[in-house]
């Protein structure tokens, strides 16, 4: 809802239009708006409506069908023809339900008969504007994948690539389920984002939720909605939905999932048409196998399963990725970077990359924003790399000392910077979740010394 948070930063109020010639009504609706934390506005007329609109540009209109110069209809067919994105909401009664079919297929996003409860009048109302506020942010959402990624974001000529980009292109145009299996950092989203823009719900939504960062106690509402707010399946409705780290949901949460993809139905009464793919660096089959994960669901999610390598294992693509995303940051910055000097491009192709594409992605960002000429050279990697044993691994070891391990790489670092770095940079220069670095700190049992370093 629209209500504001003791404490938190004000956000801007949604501008509602009512467009209702009763001024009991409309009186009463602007008041229920108002104590939600709506901007709530009137118009008693068509014309006024119209004018209304196009000098305020509101978020939602309501309207009543029967208005002094014309109908509900009238405002519906202009402000669907000049401001298509804009909701509607229709007000009708009992003896006018044939309008309001004909309002739906105006294009009005619901309609309510009269007289309505305020809580099914409210509920309508953030319905509407959720769906205004989802519309936009998928929209944005897939600008910067694009942006970001192209069209076609799996770079890469290895064998291990190549196998996966076959698999993205037959599955694509299915609708069947798909399960993105690979470690932390190999582009579960990205692969999960091309499925679902090859596909013919490209025009849909795409809704991403990490179900091991929402906190649990919340995660039933943000997925299946409450009685006043819709959920991010019904959000999803038309497009695809992407669970990353599915195995972190919780058995009850599992079963209510499996039959909102069996029944392709919420809360007993919404109908949903949702692609699911899901994504795990875990092995979703072993877990299943334990009893850690629901078999029958494992089965529905995994439809078709695609299993991302790590960069260590693509022979080849490090170099090509970094290129790719050199090219890309220098574009977005305004720089001319042109290239690798041998030292850095020696680093590129040696380096494990523990974090994998993120990693290599979170160091070539670093070193654009830093370079101060066109040639990324060895003498950057001492400025975007201040972790020296990946800088050190680029160059031969003396005395045929025995390279760092991936771990060992990682606990290093750890070990060296986690008084003098947040935990969100520390993660960031090694290119892994903060997960996964609490869950390797707690394992090792790594403490920091100092307390007043920032989380």
Request: hydrophobic share 45%.
């Amino acid at each position: 809802m629209a209500r504001l948070a003791a404490g938190k930063p004000a956000r801007k109020a949604p501008r509602v239009l009512v467009v209702d010639d009763d001024p009991g009504l409309a009186g009463v609706i602007e008041l229920l708006l108002s104590r939600e934390g709506y901007l709530a506005e009137r118009a008693g007329s068509v014309k006024a409506a119209l004018e209304h609109i196009s000098a305020t540009e509101p978020d939602l209109v309501i309207t009543d069908l029967k208005l002094p110069d014309g109908t509900g209809l009238d405002v519906i067919e202009r402000v669907r023809a000049e401001r298509p994105e804009l909701p509607l909401i229709m007000i009708t009664s009992y003896s006018s339900l044939e309008s309001a079919i004909g309002a739906l297929r105006a294009g009005a996003v619901d309609y309510l008969v009269k007289p309505f409860l305020n809580d099914e009048f409210l509920h309508a109302v953030d319905r509407a504007l959720n769906e205004r506020r989802m519309k936009r942010e998928n929209a944005m959402l897939k600008r910067g994948l694009s942006a970001a990624y192209g069209t076609w974001p799996l770079i890469g000529e290895s064998a291990a690539i190549r196998r996966v980009a076959e698999l993205v292109r037959k599955a694509a145009p299915a609708d069947a389920h798909v399960l993105i299996s690979g470690e932390t950092g190999t582009g579960r989203e990205r692969v999960a984002f091309a499925l679902h823009n090859a596909s013919p719900r490209a025009d849909g939504p795409f809704v991403p939720v990490d179900c091991g960062a929402l906190p649990r106690d919340g995660l039933e509402d943000e997925l299946f909605g409450t009685r006043r707010r819709e959920g991010l399946l019904q959000q999803a409705d038309g497009g695809t939905l992407f669970l990353e780290d599915v195995a972190e949901l919780a058995s009850a949460l599992q079963a209510k999932l499996l039959h909102a993809l069996e029944e392709k139905v919420v809360r007993r009464s919404h109908a949903i048409d949702v692609r699911f793919i899901a994504a795990t660096h875990r092995d979703l089959a072993a877990a299943a196998e334990r009893g850690e994960f629901r078999k029958d669901l494992y089965y529905r999610l995994s439809v078709i399963s695609i299993v991302l390598p790590p960069v260590r294992e693509r022979t080849g693509d490090a170099l090509l990725l970094a290129r790719h995303f050199a090219e890309h940051y220098a574009r977005r910055l305004g720089k001319r970077v042109s290239g690798f000097d041998a030292e850095f491009a020696a680093f590129i192709e040696k380096h494990p990359w523990p974090g994998n594409v993120r990693e290599l992605e979170n160091l070539i960002e670093r070193a654009v924003i830093l370079a101060e000429g066109e040639t990324l050279t060895g003498r950057d990697l001492a400025e975007v790399a201040p972790a020296l044993p990946m800088v050190r691994a680029a160059a031969p070891l003396p005395g045929g000392a025995r390279p760092l391990a991936i771990e060992e790489y990682i606990r290093e670092v750890i070990e060296r910077f986690q008084d003098s770095h947040t935990e969100t940079e520390l993660a960031r220069m090694l290119g892994i979740g903060r997960k996964a670095l609490w869950m390797r700190r707690k394992h090792w049992g790594l403490k920091r010394t100092r307390k007043d370093v920032s989380r």
